[in-house]
């Protein structure tokens, strides 16, 4: 079992930043692909971005590509979205998600993932 706790949501103003951490427990085996989803108020899951376990691999939803930065800090079991150029439209509850595999290809669902954090709410305004 991996537990995830997220950090770092907040309010800011369209155009600002905000940096979310997510400090989870260590992995029982291999290092997992690790993401962030969002979920907007009323509507589904969507996922924001992903790293895999190693961190030298990065993938990016085509709505937050250029803005978003995922990375991971393997020695301090943290995974980081530094959000830039924020949007009203990136208002949502954000969340850390863990694989247990390392490979990320393909995983952009809730399934894809086995360990969730409880959410942090990003709230930008106009």
């Known amino acids: 079992q991996v537990q995830l706790v997220e950090s770092g949501g907040g309010s800011v103003q369209a155009g600002g930043s905000l940096r979310l951490s997510c400090v989870h427990s260590?992995?029982?085996?291999?290092?997992?692909?690790m993401a962030w989803f969002r979920q907007f108020p009323e509507q589904g899951l969507e996922w924001v971005a992903r790293?895999?376990?190693?961190?030298?691999?990065?993938y990016y939803a085509g709505s937050v590509k250029g803005r978003f930065t995922i990375s991971r800090e393997n020695s301090r079991n943290t995974l980081t979205l530094q959000m830039n150029s924020l949007k009203p439209a990136d208002t949502a509850l954000y969340y850390c998600?863990?694989?247990?595999?390392?490979?990320?290809?393909?995983?952009?669902?809730?399934?894809?993932?086995?360990?969730w954090g409880q959410g942090t709410q990003v709230t930008v305004s106009p």
């Open positions: 790293v895999n376990g190693d961190g030298g691999t990065t």
């Open positions: 998600a863990a694989a247990s595999g390392s490979w990320c290809a393909g995983r952009t669902g809730r399934a894809d993932f086995d360990y």
């Open positions: 260590p992995f029982p085996d291999t290092r997992g692909c």
